[in-house]
């Protein structure tokens, strides 16, 4: 079977199947066929943990990605190398060969865009630290709780990876989880310095009974500057950045734009 006669026949087949799947999902059709999608996701889920936890492949920062857009990634581009494999050589050799090669693919498109979602995580707890540690020290000198203090500053900030991992440590207590576990699993679950050192602040607070307002402070101020420094550093890059754009698009255009006068004049003068 030739290339296209089987993608024009295998996506309408896939896209059938993907409506029936949704269809009995939706339905009230008893079973395991109704479950089928959670159980999929939840496996996925579970294989997720294992890969960013795992000592060959440790990926800092995977347990902070929730999305398994990854895995869907992999998955097609495994399905794509097997489909293309199977429609130009549908022999059996060749067809071992595509499905290992494409498995091959499929792993490497998953743990590459797996490290890139755990490296925006950690950039956006980096840029969420600041303010959250800044509201977190005027709630202290307010008279709240460290307790209170972290489940109000996880629903003042912004939706996102800072905030969830602040309400977990606020329902660390109401599970039973002692607050120096909550810490510790928080501190291995983000590979950031600054964050790390939030948290040092906390425990010794709770500890030793000092006062966090002023050392969280002038630790947001430090973070804040840390910012600024890095923004001066990407600003400095972009001019290097734009350089390869600037030779290759806009340059021979204006180049061309200026001699055309010329060329076509020197064009005509050869011409006669």
Request: hydrophobic share 50%; glycine share 8%; charged share 20%.
């Amino acid at each position: 079977m030739k290339a296209i006669p089987f993608l024009s026949f295998g996506i309408p087949l896939f896209i059938g199947f993907f409506l029936m799947v949704r269809f009995f999902q939706r339905s009230s059709f008893p079973g395991r066929v109704s479950r089928l999608p959670d159980q999929v996701v939840a496996a996925h889920r579970k294989a997720q943990s294992r890969l960013v936890e795992g000592k060959g492949f440790s990926i800092p920062g995977g347990m902070l990605v929730t999305s398994l857009r990854g895995w869907l990634a992999g998955e097609i581009v495994w399905i794509f190398v097997l489909s293309v494999s199977i429609a130009f050589d549908p022999s059996f050799p060749s067809t071992i060969l595509s499905f290992f090669l494409g498995l091959g693919l499929g792993f490497v498109t998953l743990f590459f865009s797996v490290r890139e979602q755990a490296r925006k995580q950690v950039e956006r707890i980096r840029s969420a630290l600041p303010v959250a540690s800044f509201l977190f020290s005027l709630l202290l000198e307010a008279g709240m709780g460290s307790h209170s203090a972290f489940r109000e500053v996880a629903h003042a900030i912004p939706d996102g990876p800072l905030s969830r991992e602040l309400d977990e440590i606020s329902r660390a207590r109401m599970l039973g989880i002692s607050r120096e576990e909550a810490l510790e699993k928080s501190r291995r679950r983000v590979p950031l310095d600054d964050y790390r050192i939030f948290l040092n602040l906390v425990r010794q607070g709770e500890r030793l009974g000092v006062g966090l307002s002023r050392a969280l402070r002038e630790h947001s101020s430090k973070m804040l500057e840390g910012e600024g420094y890095r923004a001066e550093a990407a600003a400095q890059k972009a001019a290097v950045k734009l350089l390869f754009p600037l030779v290759v698009f806009i340059f021979p255009a204006v180049v061309l734009i200026i001699f055309s006068p010329i060329i076509l004049n020197v064009w005509e003068m050869w011409g006669q």
